[in-house]
């Protein structure tokens, strides 16, 4: 019986020899299942991710159904601002609203840097239960928001196509903005080191809104605090995915970062991203999301292209360039896995 | 008296030599001005680009508040899908809702190539009027939404992220969705060949969806159409400005595409954007509009960075890196201006 250190997913994340790529997907766990729609239509958003057997069911639904190499937490990256005492709203067809947002001292000071078990508790519970439950071979994967993407959100109050308000903030007053993504690392700290100490076998950080930053803002207000929170994580040996959406600027720069893993969005060259990180950590990704809302004969060429690209290298985690769109038929997700792990074991052994 | 040709922008977009950056503000008619609200007040948006009077108004506001170097025509992309047949709303706080929209060969076929006198001559005859009023020296420029762009809304109906359904076309039924593109190439080249004809000193094609496509997709779908567009116009001279929002991937590529000048939104490092372009084409950009939200000193420093990596070569426009903020104070984009002007005479100078 293979051991968790032994998986695919673990071995690509170190850069191991791998016979066939490892294949997860950004939310795997999600609206695209009937199952996971089963659950949605009886609970609310926040019952879902803030109840553990929840939780623990929902991640599991992907694995059972698509044999993925990797499951992945289901839950929210708004818990982490939650926990800090910003109370957020899921609001059907509008997304999150935060109730009040940080703009002054006065308020970054009120801030809590939580206490991971009383706060947050529910999501380290759901981390044990999964663990308890999966497939010993099949490693579980906790995640936060970067503390850039959190900032857009308690800065903002809601979801944005550019988080002006947010970036005005930044340029204002950019020593305030610095204190409360001081603050924000501290939290994503201890809440990734928490997650890891209650069974994650590797984490991820999801810089979402990299993407609305200008290059040499992007690396002292994002790729900074990201950097910190790597060097102060309580870890042995887990894996750290970094994924920041639209950084394609400062891939380079990433390589330094401290992750093991650099995920990279569907707007990334491949071929291009693989000569800038040469072989100096593994890489993730990039299908674009909606070639699977395409046929067989589509998902096919696009993902060979992707393998090819990748060739007989160890350090290639397959999985889409961003999250798996909710239009997507489950059967197409299934063909994407068997054909990543019958075709990249060819391409292996040639 | 300077002729328009000896205009600071219509040089610097031949690479000529100037003594000063020309700049221009995208957007810079628009919501953040008072005396554009005042119009707006009046009339819905629809009557302001429909009536000449109005998109003359409107056109001129900011040449004379701002001093800028170039107009750029007050319209909307939509007006050409309106032309070829779909008809569109514009729901205040939701953007362009299209009553129909196109999925099907036979929606295709009922697309009209207009006419442009009969379907955009309100357009046509803003120009002239425009082109009447404006102080000699001034160029004005015309514009349209690249076909990729225009595609995404036809097919997706409205605003979108990330335009998935406009995606899954383009990969399920790609014979189609080159059909409609270069349908819609057609309805373009023949629209900015009139804006030339009736007066447009220049024009400008707008992808602002270029970053939802991978990249080898991009040039398949979208940089191709483009590169049809301009080898289509009929023009004695006028520059072709390109700016293609997310295309960072495909900078290279672009510089073979015909266009005069590249415009380069604000996530692309302007000094590494000069050294992959190498002095073939002129640049145009790129501050973060956020940056105007914040005070002068922010903006002297973010200003200074960008006409340093441009230096003393022609060929560079100032712009923001995408349309001014509604939020922006006009006192901060006239301060922009005054200091595009001033700083960058003293280092062609030096």
Redesign the interface.
């Known amino acids: 019986m293979t051991t968790v250190e032994e998986s695919l997913f673990l071995r690509a994340c170190k850069r191991l020899f791998v016979e066939r790529t490892p294949i997860w997907m950004m939310r795997q766990a999600g609206r695209y299942l009937p199952e996971y729609r089963a659950i949605r239509e009886k609970y609310d958003f926040q019952t879902m991710y803030r109840t553990p057997e929840l939780a623990t069911e929902i991640t599991l639904q992907p694995v059972r159904r698509l044999e993925v190499d990797a499951a992945i937490l289901f839950s929210d990256i708004l818990v982490v601002p939650e926990a800090m005492g910003l109370a957020v709203e899921f609001v059907e067809g509008k997304g999150p609203i935060f109730r009040k947002t940080v703009q002054t001292a006065e308020q970054i000071n009120d801030l809590n840097v939580p206490d991971m078990e009383e706060s947050l508790g529910y999501v380290l519970e759901a981390i044990r239960m999964i663990k308890a439950e999966l497939n010993s071979a099949i490693p579980l994967i906790g995640f936060s928001g970067a503390p850039w993407t959190l900032f857009c959100y308690m800065v903002e109050g809601r979801g944005s ?2 988080f ?1 308000t947010a ?2 903030f ?3 007053q950019p020593g305030l903005a610095e204190s409360l993504l001081e603050k924000i690392t501290a939290a994503v700290t201890a809440y990734l080191s928490a997650q890891i100490a209650a069974g994650a076998d590797a984490v991820q950080i999801f810089d979402s809104w990299a ?1 609305v ?5 992007y690396r002292r207000y994002s790729l900074k605090y990201i950097r910190k929170v790597i060097e102060g994580l309580r870890r042995d040996g887990q894996p750290v995915i970094v994924f920041c959406r ?1 950084a ?2 400062s891939l380079a720069a990433l390589v330094e970062c401290g992750a093991d893993v650099l995920g990279i969005d ?4 491949f071929a ?1 991203a693989k000569r800038q990180v040469q072989g100096r950590v593994a890489l993730q990704g990039n299908l ?4 699977l ?3 067989p004969e ?1 998902i096919r060429e696009e993902t060979l ?1 992707i393998l090819r690209a990748a060739g007989r290298d160890p350090g290639h985690i397959f999985n889409l ?2 999250g798996i ?1 909710p ?1 997507t038929r489950p059967d197409h997700a299934r063909y994407l896995v068997d054909l990543v792990h019958e075709e990249s074991q060819k391409i292996r052994a040639s």
Chains 1, 2 share one sequence.
């Open positions: 196509k550019d002006a970036r005005r930044l340029f204002e993407g930053l200008a290059p040499h803002h639209g394609h600027h569907w707007t990334v060259d291009a674009d999301p909606a070639i809302l395409a046929g589509v292209a360039g961003h769109l239009t």
